[in-house]
């Protein structure tokens, strides 16, 4: 997969491809059959199969702190949608110029002339443009004009539920581990470099590798066991934290990690956390002790929840 980093950046040659538009956060599986339609035409018509995304999301430009949790890293999202066997991936800086272009000039000049779209493949509620004005019929239309063809895919559900961004982000709030999996199509990780902590974890018994969290908001809180995933051979089972730390006032959000058996050095290795299955939310405690004592019952948890699926 080529990834095309910015407009400034599309050639002549990438003219005349397939393409599909989205923010694709998470790549749920509404996103991987939108993404298996366009790899399809793209056979067919012997063209590169084209995604367009955004950096950052349009609701990170406008909301900031306020926009939705993530759920993918644009690196994990370009490791997401190269498994799914798209030939380009065009990721566009999500300026409030860029926003603020009318719909019809988003079309004209980056559609058309620069990337020269011969097949649109979108969602079912697909929408694009200042005030997102820009639709499904807008598209039809300026294809009939230009010379390309708009399909619109069906909502992908599993079982009532249309899958969406939004749906994911829900179900890890609530803790479901495995729905969000069900919807997703994948584990849900959070991924990171190891950092230096305040070295308290080991002075009580449970060191913990510190994974500083890229993100603005994060979508779960509360303590989770975990696999860790470390130069792709490697795999880790443990115990983890994602929160404020009360106990030990901490300021920022963090992921902590305590590994089972395990005693290498992980600082400024850049590792994947597959979060498995929620134990318990955060909580304060009254002393370090009384954390200590709780983080043994969570070590125990998860072991416990690790060897019924391995039997
Ligand atoms: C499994 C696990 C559960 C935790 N639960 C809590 C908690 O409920 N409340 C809290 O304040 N801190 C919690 N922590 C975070 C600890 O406060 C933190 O890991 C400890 O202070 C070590 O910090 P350090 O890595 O900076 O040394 C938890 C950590 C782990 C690994
Ligand atoms: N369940 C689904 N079925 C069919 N198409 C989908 C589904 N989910 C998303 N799409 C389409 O995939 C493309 C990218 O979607 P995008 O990531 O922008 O939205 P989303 O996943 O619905 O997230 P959000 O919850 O933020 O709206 C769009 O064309 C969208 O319409």
Redesign the pocket.
């Known amino acids: 997969m080529e990834l095309i980093r910015g407009i400034h950046n599309i050639l002549p040659s990438h003219h005349g491809c397939v393409l ?7 790549v ?4 991987a ?2 993404i298996s339609n366009l790899v399809n035409k793209a056979h067919h018509f012997q063209l590169p199969a084209t995604v367009m995304t955004f950096e950052p999301q349009p ?1 990170e430009r406008f909301r900031g702190a306020d926009a ?1 949790a993530r759920l993918s890293l644009l690196r994990d999202k370009i490791r997401l949608l190269d498994e799914l066997k798209i030939e380009q991936l065009l990721c566009i800086n999500f300026t409030v110029a860029f926003a603020n272009q009318p719909a019809e000039v988003f079309i004209e000049d980056l559609l058309v002339k620069k990337l020269g779209v011969k097949y649109l ?6 929408c694009f443009g200042k005030g997102r004005v820009g639709n499904f019929n807008m598209l039809v239309a300026a294809g009939k004009k230009f010379g390309f063809t708009v399909v ?6 599993v079982g009532s539920l ?6 994911v ?1 829900e179900q890890l709030a609530l803790g479901h581990l495995e729905q969000a999996r069900r919807l997703l199509g994948h584990p849900f990780i959070l991924s990171g470099r190891v950092a230096h902590g305040q070295k308290i974890g080991r002075t009580i018994g449970f060191p913990t590798a510190n994974i500083a969290l890229k993100r603005n908001v994060v979508p779960v809180r509360g303590v989770f066991a975990v696999r860790l995933y470390w130069d792709d051979s490697d795999i880790y089972e443990g115990v983890a934290n994602v929160g404020f730390r009360p106990t030990v006032n901490g300021q920022t959000c963090r992921l902590e990690v305590h590994l089972f058996d395990f005693s290498g050095d992980l600082y400024g290795k850049r590792v994947e956390v597959e979060l498995v299955a929620k134990i318990r939310d955060e909580q304060p405690f009254e002393s370090l002790d009384a954390l200590k004592k709780q983080i043994l019952n969570d070590a125990n948890e998860a072991r416990a929840l690790f060897s019924n699926d391995a039997s």
Do not use: C, Y
């Open positions: 599909t538009i989205g923010n694709f956060d998470g749920h599986r509404g996103h059959q939108v609701q939705p493949v979108v969602g079912d509620d697909f619109s895919t069906q909502s992908f559900m249309r899958v969406s961004s939004t749906a982000r």
